[in-house]
């Protein structure tokens, strides 16, 4: 393992990284340069072929990653004009996520890092997902960022690189997994948040009433499944044609979840502000961020709060393989070292080891 030079260094700005993401339902390969050019950028979606099971299908993951990232990796690096050989090192994701293709991301990654004795960084996806911000905008710490899509759902304040203090997370679901619950219930397709704030554009929110889980409850965490649940409830109770009652409760539903997230970041903003007087920044990233109503109340919330407000461009809101390798290029800068070629990859891998867990059972990390 070696020291790397520090960003400010003219070779820490013109370094270059590829980065590779396979944790989830997206392979994604990029290549990005020290002072924050991202000289390649592919994401391929694998979503026809989870499509006809309404979620993610860990083997299919796995086996397309397997399938596609070569040739991936072999067109971003045409696209970059770039041979192994001008790289700095190799990112990929670890974890957390689905073990098999944290597997395929992470073998490759290793065995191009061995074959051409460069540098491998094993990168944490949340730590991807937080730094982006400083990728995109040039965001400067502290910030506080709420994480929002079909795997994630957290606060976390970021005061550094390396420096991530989990303020809240989700007791049950996920938000981006709630949106698409609803949306199947509501007969939409797979991923459900896309279609179902287009219907929801047609409806009446204040039509039905629905919960707002732990609202003005003390602390920071979330809870989405008795939103579900009541989802499901009303639904089953209509008897009219659905033409009449879809868009209201989905309305309704997209209502409910933007009241929790900013009850809840607001009360993040005031842990994070005690912790460190100089936030900057509040930050919406992960899918859920491409929600419309969703962004709009949040940057309202920061306007109240004297924050300023970010959200990165809708292309790295979701995973991509430009924030794996950005987060490696940040941690080279900061002096971290890069990881042994027997780095392991985890399922669970949570930002903030130290942080206080959610009540309840099946918290996500
Ligand atoms: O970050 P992402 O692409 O993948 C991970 O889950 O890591 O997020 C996908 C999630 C899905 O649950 C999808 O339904 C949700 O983000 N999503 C949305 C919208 N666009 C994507 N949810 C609500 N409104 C949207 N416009
Ligand atoms: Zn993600």
């Not at 299919?60 to 070569?70: F, G, S, T, Y």
Request: hydrophobic share 50%; net charge negative; glycine share 12%.
């Amino acid at each position: 393992m070696h020291q790397a030079p520090s960003t400010s260094t003219p070779a820490g700005q013109t370094a270059l990284m590829l980065g590779l993401e396979t944790s989830c339902d997206e392979t994604a390969t990029a290549v990005v340069r020290g002072d924050g050019l991202v000289v390649a950028d592919r994401v391929r979606s694998q979503l026809e072929a989870h499509a006809p099971f309404g979620g993610v299908v860990p083997e299919i993951a796995a086996r397309a990653h397997v399938e596609v990232l070569d040739l991936l990796i072999a067109r971003t690096m045409a696209d970059a004009g770039l041979g192994f050989g001008d790289l700095a090192g190799i990112a990929a994701t670890t974890g957390p996520g689905l073990i098999g293709g944290l597997m395929v991301g992470a073998v490759t990654g290793k065995a191009i890092a061995a074959a051409h004795g460069l540098p491998f960084y094993a990168v944490n996806h949340l730590e991807g997902h937080v730094l982006t911000p400083r990728l995109a905008d040039g965001i400067a710490f502290p910030y506080l960022v709420l994480l929002v899509s079909g795997g994630h759902c957290q606060l976390v304040l970021a005061t550094g690189v390396g420096r991530y203090r989990r303020l809240g997370t989700t007791i049950d679901d996920a938000v981006g997994e709630a949106f698409d619950k609803v949306a199947k219930l509501l007969g939409l397709g797979y991923p459900g948040g896309p279609a179902l704030e287009r219907l929801a554009a047609e409806g009446d929110p204040a039509r039905f009433a629905l919960p707002r889980p732990l609202l003005g409850r003390p602390g920071c965490h979330f809870s989405f499944s008795g939103l579900k649940t009541a989802v499901l409830h009303l639904a089953r109770a209509q008897s009219a044609p659905p033409a009449t009652w879809r868009a209201d409760l989905a309305a309704g539903f997209q209502a409910a979840v933007a009241d929790t997230l900013v009850d809840r970041t607001r009360h993040a903003v005031e842990a994070a502000r005690a912790a460190t007087p100089d936030l900057g920044h509040l930050v919406v990233a992960g899918g859920v961020a491409a929600n419309a109503v969703v962004r709009d109340r949040l940057e309202t919330l920061a306007g109240e709060q004297g924050l300023a407000f970010a959200a990165p461009p809708l292309r790295w809101c979701g995973d991509n393989a430009a924030m794996i390798a950005w987060a490696a290029l940040e941690r080279r800068s900061a002096g971290f070292a890069d990881d042994p070629l027997d780095a392991p990859v985890r399922a669970r891998w949570p930002l903030d080891p130290g942080a206080e867990p959610a009540i309840g059972a099946g918290i996500k990390a």
